[in-house]
């Protein structure tokens, strides 16, 4: 199942550091890590330093082979800044067979799994606290409730969120 982005929500308002990709050899993870952060960027994802980051992600990229191919498989978890996981994002692929499986994968096999990954980042820290909060003080809307905020002049129509 994958997570829907709240509508009206930018992730921009949950910072997050990407702490490290495990697995694949040091060029494939060069790779991926650069189409994934292209693709996060590109969805309005803030990268921050580890240290002043709501959130960490850590990645696991794994490549098998399997009767007739490769299975491609990603794991991406988020951490909050106690270091407990909150989430834990998973996709996979199948490629084209090779003798070595880290062989098979192709660029656009590459990148179209970073930037589903990058999707399904940007749509769970649009779901966060912080990013709701963010998104509540830009617009003066309660993202949750559609109510205005006690302290505007104007009242806003209820179960409206104004995105600008």
């Not at 790779?31 to 709501?54: G, I, L, N, T, W």
Request: proline content about 7%.
């Amino acid at each position: 199942m994958r997570i829907s982005a709240r509508p009206g929500v930018s992730p921009h308002g949950a910072s997050l550091a990407f702490a490290s990709l495990d697995g694949p050899p040091e060029a494939v993870s060069a790779r991926f890590r650069e189409q994934f952060d292209k693709a996060a960027q590109s969805r309005d994802v803030a990268f921050s330093k580890p240290e002043a980051a709501q959130y960490r992600l850590r990645g696991y990229l794994t490549a098998s082979p399997t009767q007739g191919g490769t299975r491609l498989a990603c794991v991406l978890d988020v951490y909050d800044r106690q270091g407990r996981r909150v989430q834990r994002l998973t996709d996979e692929a199948g490629l084209k067979p090779d003798a070595n499986p880290w062989d098979a994968l192709d660029e656009k096999s590459l990148s179209a799994l970073a930037d589903r990954g990058a999707e399904d980042v940007a749509a769970f820290l649009s779901n966060t606290p912080e990013a709701l909060a963010a998104a509540e003080k830009d617009s003066g809307v309660s993202v949750v409730a559609g109510q205005p905020k006690a302290s505007e002049d104007k009242p806003k129509a209820a179960g409206v969120a104004q995105v600008r």
